[in-house]
């Protein structure tokens, strides 16, 4: 069983839906950032950059165990390990890796973390900064997603499920998703799927 290690923020919940909707068997490890848990030797043996998510799989290459860690490098190594929301080959696969790269470098932890200080901190130059690139890339999606139903195409792959918690988390980013037509209809089909919403609730 696939041992997740994780806590309840957009990035972390990226693989959690990932494992649901590819079915595989899988362990749900809080790691607390708040109490600095990500920085004890004992997490740093499983991502020395001390950050989550990471997983360990006793089933890895070869049968070996196998850590990974970087939330869009997890979700290709879990893409490939089961053959299934990546393509094999081809257009369809670069413009899924295209998209995936887009949610890495666009909305990342740091990107969070600079939205958590510019609210913590009443730093609203920092807030407004970053709210105002979040929905720019917002608009970026949704003008893509008025021509395919999803990222990468008319499949579902891990492009989709890198970007969904970040625009479920519309609200507390401050963001008016109304604009978004396409955006919206995107979210609300995903939303129907059990596997995100039982993703988007771990941890527990």
């Known amino acids: 069983m696939i041992e997740l290690y994780t806590t309840p923020t957009s990035n972390g919940r990226k693989i959690s839906i990932a494992l649901e909707e590819l079915a595989l068997p899988y362990n749900a490890i809080k790691v607390d950032l708040t109490t600095g848990q990500h920085r004890t030797p004992e997490y740093l043996q499983i991502n020395p950059n001390g950050k989550i998510p990471a997983i360990v799989d006793p089933d890895g290459p070869g049968g070996q165990k196998f850590v990974m860690f970087e939330s869009a490098a997890i979700l290709v190594y879990l893409a490939e390990k089961t053959g299934r929301l990546l393509p094999y080959k081809g257009p369809a696969r670069y413009a899924a890796l295209q998209w995936l790269q887009v949610e890495a470098s666009g909305t990342s932890a740091d990107a969070f973390w600079l939205f958590y200080i510019g609210l913590k901190e009443k730093n609203e130059a920092a807030g407004t900064m970053l709210r105002n690139d979040l929905a720019r890339l917002y608009g970026v999606l949704d003008k893509r997603l008025g021509h395919a139903t999803y990222l990468a195409g008319e499949e579902l792959t891990i492009a989709d499920i890198a970007h969904y918690p970040w625009v479920m988390g519309s609200s507390w980013q401050g963001i008016d998703l ?15 799927r059990d596997s995100f919403n039982t993703g988007m609730k771990v941890p527990a």
């Open 178 to 192: 109304e604009p978004f037509a396409h955006l919206r209809r995107w979210r609300d089909a995903l939303s129907t």
